[in-house]
């Protein structure tokens, strides 16, 4: 059964590294939060090394850029992981082809900027669906609009056995006071009408993977034992940490505020039906990161 905790510096001693998530812990799509940069601040201040692994399908100099203008101090964190450079590196080596049709908005075309880890990557072409090997998917072009308005596409795709590789697992975000869908929604309808899609970031390995990678490149070789993963998706953050075998904080303050009835902290009887509901056990709970 997870523990309610006050705060990240009731439990933090115990462990070497952070992975945590960024939209609904760190910000809120709008603007930083306060309480959570001033806990990652005094981690780091301790010794600890933060990672922001996080399912944006941005390249992680395009979420710094982010960070800086949501006003998340840059002594908050060490290094980034994001959904969108584990799935590039699967994209340039050929994981749903050379010509690709592209769901995206225009602030996504970062996604096809080179990735220099890749050795010889492959070129990659934007093109009409009925020319396409494969779909590459950063997220619906109005994210107010229901998923389905794409399964006229999505019948094409999968008749021509098309996959579709997500670069954001989420389902939906909140931004500000405002919900929106991500590309998992998107991957999820497709796979639900019998297409393959294909997952890189939270809950799935390649983006631990990463992030593992970026930590042994800030010199820190930390086991399984010394990282805790925070963040407020039950079934990426908490599911994908449990996936990895690693320790969950979850914040039941953002996606889960409503089910958990969280105001500071989550109200223990309603926090109890979710995760039985849901059939996820993160280690520890806390309402919001602080």
Request: proline share 6%.
């Amino acid at each position: 059964m997870t523990q309610l905790i006050q705060s990240l510096s009731d439990i933090s001693d115990r462990y070497d590294a952070l992975f945590v998530d960024l939209w609904g812990c760190v910000h809120d799509g709008v603007q930083a939060i306060p309480s959570a940069v001033a806990a990652l601040q005094a981690y780091r201040a301790k010794g600890g090394a933060v990672v922001l692994v996080t399912n944006s399908p941005q390249p992680r100099g395009n979420v710094e850029k982010q960070l800086q203008k949501f006003g998340v101090a840059e002594d908050a964190w060490d290094t980034i992981a994001t959904s969108g450079d584990a799935a590039r590196a699967a994209m340039f080596t050929g994981a749903v082809g050379q010509k690709v049709w592209f769901i995206g908005q225009p602030h996504d075309q970062g996604f096809f900027e080179p990735l220099k880890v890749v050795k010889d990557p492959l070129e990659i072409e934007q093109v009409p669906l009925d020319e396409a090997d494969g779909i590459v998917c950063c997220g619906p072009e109005d994210p107010h609009a229901d998923p389905s308005v794409l399964r006229t596409q999505f019948l094409l795709a999968k008749q021509r056995g098309l996959k579709l590789l997500c670069a954001n697992p989420d389902i939906v975000v909140d931004r500000g006071d405002v919900r929106e869908w991500c590309a998992g929604a998107l991957a999820r309808l497709y796979t639900e009408m019998g297409g393959t899609s294909l997952y890189f970031g939270k809950p799935h390995p390649p983006i631990y993977d990463l992030a593992r990678r970026r930590l042994t490149a800030m010199g820190r070789d930390v086991g399984g034992e010394g990282i805790l993963a925070i963040g407020d998706g039950i079934h990426t953050d908490v599911a994908g940490a449990m996936g990895e075998d690693i320790d969950s904080l979850f914040i039941t303050g953002g996606l889960a505020a409503e089910e958990t009835r969280t105001t500071d902290q989550p109200d223990p009887a309603a926090l109890d039906a979710y995760l039985a509901r849901e059939g996820r056990d993160p280690s520890f709970t806390i309402g919001f990161l602080r």
